[in-house]
């Protein structure tokens, strides 16, 4: 057998096992967006309003914070029955002035550890839990959210219901004001319905998005914030479904969020993301397995699934490379393979679509998933830096479109 014959039999190899590998991650995604194409039943609505505590991490935030508070105070939800904290972390500018003026209570923390949201949060719900304050959950939310007015009655009544961890709806207020925020847009909107919507529907854990998340009292009592991770906010999540909770999502707390306008300045979050889902992986991995086979724990199989499986970006580019590498070899018997990666292809580039329809997703959605294969591309640059040296990945504070404009 010659050394070319060898070559491409290892090709062949390599391709058919990249396939496998990307198909049962495009399969997951399918299996998710049909799941997610009818809706959640409605819920009832509770006649209680339990005490809330909403804390808002803030790191120079002088610019949205104001709005932010706004916000919160225009809810429909006694006010007695609630507390607003920003927590002014190690901040350079005016945010506590402008936090306090806007009626909130603000928590200057200018200590060691920083440059990530788990150590003020951690640092504030120790203060809000300490004797003497009697909240029945903690709503976290970010610097730049706008709450419905719904939000917090919604939030109560899930509390109310039962459910100890909740999640709620996502979406991005600065919708159109550039190209980058409506690729954001269809991201965002496939991202709930494949890992909250789903997986709600399916008895599995929603994902903890760092925006809109309220904890019952017991949970933060008994483990506090324990973990300070990149992404914090989802390791949190997969922390709890291994101990035995449920990420549970409530479309109906609405939560608006503003993305980065420009590509450059998303790039610093966009690597945060992914050197902080290795940093997940690595860390809970092991703990979810021991979960799923231990205590029986579907949510906890399916979140192991979910993080051993290839990304969406990764099996999209594994079926374009293996088409591109198998058009070369020769050997008649790799036509079989080279067209399962051409349906593969297909199948990727046809899935925003699929999603966004399935979503109900407006038009304007679909004109940002026409940028997918550059989105697409930009994601793995970054997926690949933060696996070469996810070490050097720093927290960078997001650009707000207030300071771009001004």
């Given at each position: 057998m010659s050394i070319g014959s060898v070559l491409e039999m290892l090709v062949k190899v390599f391709a058919s096992v990249a396939l496998l590998w990307s198909g049962l991650s495009l399969a997951y995604q399918y299996v998710l967006a049909v799941a997610g194409r009818k809706p959640l039943p409605e819920r009832s609505r509770a006649s209680n309003f339990l005490k809330l505590a909403v804390l808002i991490p803030a790191?120079?935030?002088?610019?949205?914070?104001?709005s932010t508070v706004n916000a919160v105070r225009q809810s429909d939800y006694p006010s007695d029955r609630y507390d607003t904290f920003v927590i002014a972390d190690n901040c350079s500018d005016a945010t506590a002035e402008e936090a306090r003026a806007a009626g909130a209570k603000c928590l200057e923390r200018a200590e060691e550890p920083r440059g990530r949201k788990a150590y003020p949060l951690k640092w504030?719900?120790?203060?809000?839990?300490?004797?003497?304050?009697r909240y029945d959950g903690v709503v976290v939310?970010?610097?730049?959210?706008q709450l419905d007015v719904a939000f917090l009655s919604r939030m109560s009544d899930a509390l109310s219901s039962g459910h100890a961890v909740l999640q709620g709806r996502h979406l991005?207020?600065?919708?159109?004001?550039?190209?980058?925020?409506?690729?954001?847009?269809?991201d965002m909107r496939i991202n709930n319905l494949l890992r909250n919507h789903a997986k709600q529907r399916l008895g599995l854990s929603a994902r903890l998005m760092g925006d809109a998340m309220c904890f019952s009292r017991e949970v933060l009592e008994t483990f506090g914030w324990p973990v300070d991770s990149l992404g914090e906010d989802r390791e949190f999540g997969v922390y709890l479904v291994s101990r035995g909770y449920r990420v549970h999502y409530v479309p109906e707390a609405v939560s608006r969020g503003q993305a980065p306008l420009r590509w450059r300045d998303a790039s610093a979050q966009r690597l945060r993301w992914q050197a902080g889902a290795r940093q997940v992986q690595r860390r809970q991995l092991g703990g979810l397995l021991r979960a799923a086979f231990n205590q029986r724990s579907v949510p906890a199989l399916d979140l192991a699934a979910e993080l051993l499986l290839p990304s969406y970006t990764v099996a999209a580019a594994t079926a374009a490379g293996a088409l591109v590498v198998l058009a070369f070899i020769r050997d008649p018997s790799a036509g079989a393979l080279g067209w399962a990666a051409l349906v593969q292809l297909s199948l990727a580039a046809a899935f925003p679509f699929l999603a966004l329809a399935l979503a109900q997703a407006p038009r304007s959605s679909f004109m940002g998933a026409l940028m997918g294969p550059a989105f697409l591309a930009w994601r793995l640059a970054h997926k690949i830096r933060a696996a070469?040296?996810?070490?050097?990945?720093?927290?960078?504070?997001?650009?707000?479109?207030?300071?771009?404009?001004?």
């Open positions: 790191h120079d935030e002088a610019t949205v914070i104001a504030a719900i120790d203060q809000v839990l300490a004797p003497g304050h939310i970010d610097a730049d959210s991005l207020s600065n919708v159109g004001a550039s190209l980058f925020t409506l690729v954001a847009d269809a070469i040296s996810p070490d050097s990945v720093k927290w960078v504070r997001t650009v707000r479109s207030e300071e771009i404009r001004s």
